[in-house]
């Protein structure tokens, strides 16, 4: 074998990165999602003064998975790109980033820490850019696969800090909440 590989031959293993990679995204952002009671299911969320510009609670899940399968793809392009310069930084970056988005929804919904899910977001949106300019050295494609998970964070970003702003005693008006709401 020793050659280099046909077209063919790298369009399957990127498709194989990616029966992996997408699915395992998608399965710990439900984990994320599920740990917690939120949006309508959640008594201090409901209290919450919230901005006009807040989304219906349909909307996150259905954004999120779409998110989650294009940030999936992205990383399986990267982690195809074997030999890339660059490479492992843009993984470490993607696993830090992810590390946050998936630490968000406890804090907010669960621990009702809208500072520290704020910083959060911040965290999440610095190593997203990072992330997209890390993997824009290897793939344009992966690249632009993040923008829409940047624009996203970007507008949660926004709405977190408006909470925040509309609610300076959030986190005393429901006890937080200690149980999950895995099956």
């Given amino acids: 074998m020793g050659g280099i590989a046909s077209k063919g031959q790298l369009r399957m293993s990127l498709l194989r990165w990616a029966a992996v990679i997408v699915p395992l995204i998608l399965l710990l952002g439900f984990a994320s999602g599920r740990s917690v009671p939120a949006g309508s299911d959640n008594g201090w969320y409901l209290a919450l003064h919230k901005p006009a510009a807040t ?107 408006q909470v925040g702003r509309m609610n300076p005693d959030a986190g005393t008006l429901v006890p937080a909440a200690h149980t999950s709401q895995m099956l």
């Fill in 55 to 161: 989304p219906p609670d349909w909307v996150f899940p259905v954004v999120w998975s779409v998110l989650y399968v294009m940030i999936g793809l992205a990383l399986a392009m990267i982690l195809n790109a074997r030999g890339a310069r660059g490479r492992g930084l843009a993984v470490a970056l993607f696993a830090a980033g992810f590390a946050l988005a998936l630490a968000w929804q406890p804090v907010f919904f669960g621990a009702h820490r809208i500072g520290t899910a704020l910083l959060i977001i911040v965290g999440m949106l610095m190593l997203g850019i990072a992330t997209a300019l890390a993997f824009g050295r290897i793939r344009s494609g992966a690249a632009w696969l993040m923008v829409p998970y940047l624009v996203w964070v970007s507008m949660a970003g926004v709405l977190t800090w």
